[in-house]
């Protein structure tokens, strides 16, 4: 419980999302003890000094997902297949991962922030521009995010266009 009280203090820092939403996800981590904080040890920090091998995270947060009610192990698991390339296999367990919540508004965000890019590997241009559209609209939406939105949606004219698509987009 020291850790959970620690990594809690932790978020009070400034730091980036990316680093908020790892300390996030080892406070809930922390709240108790048990499987599910075993999986996650594993998934973060590894049983060992080398970091597990792809499959191995996968697998464990697939384990974490059938014993947590949200949406965390379905969240780690498309995190992992999309770094490796298989957006078709994450798609799946990000909207998973969002119909059954996640234990931050942080880690929510970011869920459907990579369901957009998902949706942009897939070429699925018009579900993508949708998708950011929702995300620019959530309240916690910043600034710096708005202007990444935009980015990502030229991308997604620009593909759509290059591959003689059509697009929603203006």
């Known amino acids: 419980m020291r850790a959970h009280a620690a990594y809690g203090a932790l978020l009070e820092v400034p730091m980036t999302d990316d680093a908020a939403r790892a300390i996030e996800v080892k406070r809930d981590a922390t709240a108790n003890e048990g499987e599910a904080t075993d999986i996650v040890f594993d998934i973060l920090v590894?049983?060992?000094?080398?970091q597990a091998p792809p499959q191995v995270v996968v697998e464990r947060a697939l384990r974490l997902g059938a014993i947590r009610a949200d949406g965390l192990g379905p969240y780690l698991?498309?995190?992992?297949?999309?770094?490796?390339?298989r957006a078709d296999l994450?798609?799946?367990?990000?909207?998973d991962a969002l119909r059954r919540a996640l234990p931050s508004a942080r880690l929510a965000k970011e869920a459907e922030r990579i369901r957009c890019v998902a949706l942009?590997?897939?070429?699925?241009?018009?579900?993508?521009?949708?998708?950011?559209?929702?995300?620019?609209?959530?309240?916690?939406?910043?600034?710096?995010d708005s202007v990444v939105i935009d980015d990502w949606r030229a991308r997604i004219a620009?593909?759509?266009?290059r591959h003689g698509g059509t697009t929603s987009l203006r």
């Open 46 to 50: 590894g049983s060992s000094a080398a």
């Open 77 to 85: 698991a498309s995190r992992q297949l999309l770094a490796g390339g």
């Open 90 to 95: 994450a798609l799946p367990y990000l909207n």
């Open 120 to 144: 942009e590997d897939l070429a699925r241009w018009d579900d993508a521009a949708q998708c950011f559209d929702a995300l620019r609209h959530r309240p916690d939406t910043t600034h710096g």
């Open 158 to 161: 620009w593909e759509s266009r």
